[in-house]
């Protein structure tokens, strides 16, 4: 405030002074904005049909109503989901060199007759008995090893983002970067890097290097380094100015204020970041598999596109006390780690 | 071993910070600089480790003039206490002093956390001269008191045995008597180890009764310089341009800086 104004306020008796009301005009323009574009929008995304049929989901689910649309879908899935899939059937004519004394631990054969319709006699007969290898928990495991693989898809994404991530964040933040140039390309890589969503870039990735884990790391990598090479900058600009300005003034160079004056204090916050980008990045990993980068999506996509709703089931909870899981660990390492 | 030669800086086109400052400070000697508030010591001071860049004038340390060039060489031998201690909060006060001789440790040994024994052996030294114990050793910065953490400023200033430290209003955020404790340590450390102090104060009585010399500053000149003993009522009156109650003046600042204020950038790299 220049020096004539606070002249003029002093000059002007308390009861006259202007008080700002609380809502402007641009407040009022933006609420009267919404006002007018949102229902307008609302009607273009069906928002209205959405609510309607959730309505009628409701009443059905309360048997205020007979039947709906909501209610079908949901019942399609509910009544297949349970109980889970936890056993794996195999037909031993499709095991190579099982060994009948040694089978696999709990595991145990059973013979399934297969019935075919007699239309002469129209009559259901049996025709053959088939062999099957049961493993009580087989699926399980099977579900748990795909997991295992998910999990390290995004853990290696995670490692690839933070890799890419350092140095895009220094180079992002003003005052680090050590050209102009460098400051504006690096948020521009932070921001492509952010805008191309992982399930489109992996699919670029499996035409380049085929079906497999390395197609969904990179993917996750790049996507994940946006965020995180964002998140890096911005926390390094918000740093307090003092700590740095103090040893700067005694020589020490950009480097070694970075390493004392500024990653000491913006540690917590990467290591929250981290945290949630490797929970996202095991969310993630699991839908990558569905355009065949690796981890437990292609799975997921082959039994939903059967109807295996148990197995689908399995999936979904195996997934769930992983993210769980892994939650609770991150937690716990990053409360040890402040 | 300081020279200020017809030193002056221009904030923008009409604010004049410095106005043909000339000093002399030679070593060991603890100079205080006072003034009333924009009268340029902080200015002062900055100016002697590059902070701040003179408009005008020269400033000599040992002999060398400071341009930007010679800062890389001369930062080293200076030490800096600031108002509001600037140590880095999460970091362990041991590793808060040993931060002092990062200008004397490679990048790569520094990002490794690896100082030197001797080194460490020094800091504890110095720990046990400014007042604490081992115990505090591995605290955290931001769990130590405000005293407590000006002393930790005070060892990080004090490490690399520097030529001249810079004190920039090191007890505006103190209570007048940890204020008083440490002006007494930096006094002795400062004639202990044969340092010149350059000192800014707001508080006259602390300037009287710790420092060897006064230099007050009056609109970026030079108002005053001399012992402590010549700053008589009428001296401050001119000094700080009002013709009653300094002394009320000086406890009024001492009790407003006792408030808790935001960290606030003082000047910016150059």
Redesign the interface.
């Known amino acids: 405030m220049s020096a004539r104004s606070i002249k003029e306020e002093k000059e002007c008796p308390p009861e006259k002074w202007r008080l700002r009301h609380p809502y402007g005009w641009k407040t009022v323009a933006i609420l009267l904005l919404l006002t007018l574009f949102l229902p307008f929008s609302a009607r273009r995304v069906d928002v209205y049909k959405g609510l309607r049929m959730s309505a009628e989901g409701v009443a059905d689910a309360s048997g205020i109503r007979e039947d709906s649309s909501v209610g079908r879908g949901w019942r399609s899935f509910f009544d297949a989901a349970f109980p889970l899939v936890l056993a794996e059937k195999t037909a031993v004519a499709r095991i190579e060199n099982l060994n009948r004394e040694r089978l696999p631990r709990f595991s145990t054969i059973v013979k399934e007759p297969i019935r075919e319709y007699d239309l002469a006699s129209g009559e259901w007969k049996v025709t053959e008995e088939v062999e099957y290898l049961v493993e009580p928990f087989g699926y399980l495991l099977r579900v748990i090893r795909l997991m295992l693989d998910t999990v390290e898809i995004a853990l290696w994404g995670t490692i690839l983002a933070l890799l890419i991530a350092l140095p895009l964040g220094y180079c992002s933040a003003k ?1 680090y970067a050590p050209y102009g140039v460098l400051y504006g390309l690096a948020r521009g890589v932070c921001s492509l890097h952010r805008a191309i969503p992982e399930l489109i870039s992996a699919m670029f990735f499996v035409l380049m290097f085929g079906f497999g884990p390395v197609p969904g790391i990179l993917a996750l990598g790049i996507h994940s380094s946006g965020f995180l090479g964002k998140f890096f900058a911005d926390d390094i600009e918000n740093t ?14 950009q ?2 204020v970075i ?3 500024v990653l ?2 913006v ?2 916050q990467y290591l929250a970041y981290l945290q949630y980008i490797l929970e996202r990045n095991v969310r993630t990993a699991t839908v990558l598999g569905i355009v065949g980068a690796g981890g437990i999506g292609m799975e997921l996509k082959g039994r939903w596109d059967l109807s295996d709703f148990g197995h689908v089931s399995t999936i979904l909870l195996v997934v769930f006390l992983t993210v769980l899981l892994l939650e609770k660990l991150t937690q716990r390492v990053r409360k040890k780690m402040m | 071993m300081l020279e200020f030669r017809e030193v002056g800086k221009r904030y923008g086109v009409s604010e004049v910070a410095l106005d043909r400052v000339s000093l002399k400070i030679p070593r060991g000697q603890f100079c205080a600089v006072i003034g009333p508030s924009g009268a340029g010591k902080s200015t002062l001071l900055h100016t002697v ?3 701040v860049m003179p408009s005008t004038g020269t400033i000599l340390f040992s002999s060398i003039p400071i341009t930007r060039k010679t ?2 060489q ?3 031998r ?3 206490i ?1 108002q ?8 362990s006060v041991l ?1 808060n002093v040993l ?2 001789a ?2 004397h ?1 490679s ?1 790569f040994r ?2 490794l956390n690896l100082f030197p024994l001797e080194l460490q052996r020094k800091a504890c030294d110095i720990f046990a001269d400014v007042g604490l114990e081992e115990k505090h050793l591995y605290r955290r910065a931001s769990d130590l008191s405000g005293g407590q953490q000006q002393r930790v400023a005070i060892a990080r200033a004090f490490l690399m045995n520097p030529d001249l430290v810079l004190a920039d209003e090191p007890v505006a955020s103190l209570d007048p008597k940890i204020s008083e404790d440490i002006l007494r340590l930096l006094r002795d450390a400062s004639r202990r180890t044969n340092t010149a102090v350059l000192c800014s104060l707001h508080q006259v009585n602390l300037a009287k009764e710790y420092a060897d010399r006064v230099v007050a500053l009056h609109k970026g000149r030079i108002a005053y310089d001399d012992g402590a003993g010549g700053l008589t009522e009428d001296v401050l009156a001119e000094i700080y341009g009002h013709s009653s109650s300094v002394r009320d003046r000086a406890v009024h600042r001492t009790k407003m800086s006792q408030i808790p204020m935001s ?1 606030k ?3 910016s ?1 150059p």
């Open positions: 005052d307090p100015p003092g700590p740095q300005d103090a040893l700067r003034c005694i020589g020490a160079n480097l070694k390493r004392f004056a000491p204090q540690m917590p | 480790n590059g902070m800062l890389k001369i930062r080293p200076i030490g800096m600031h509001q201690f600037n140590l880095v909060d999460r970091l590793s931060t002092g990062l200008p440790l990048t520094s990002w960290p950038r003082e000047a790299a």
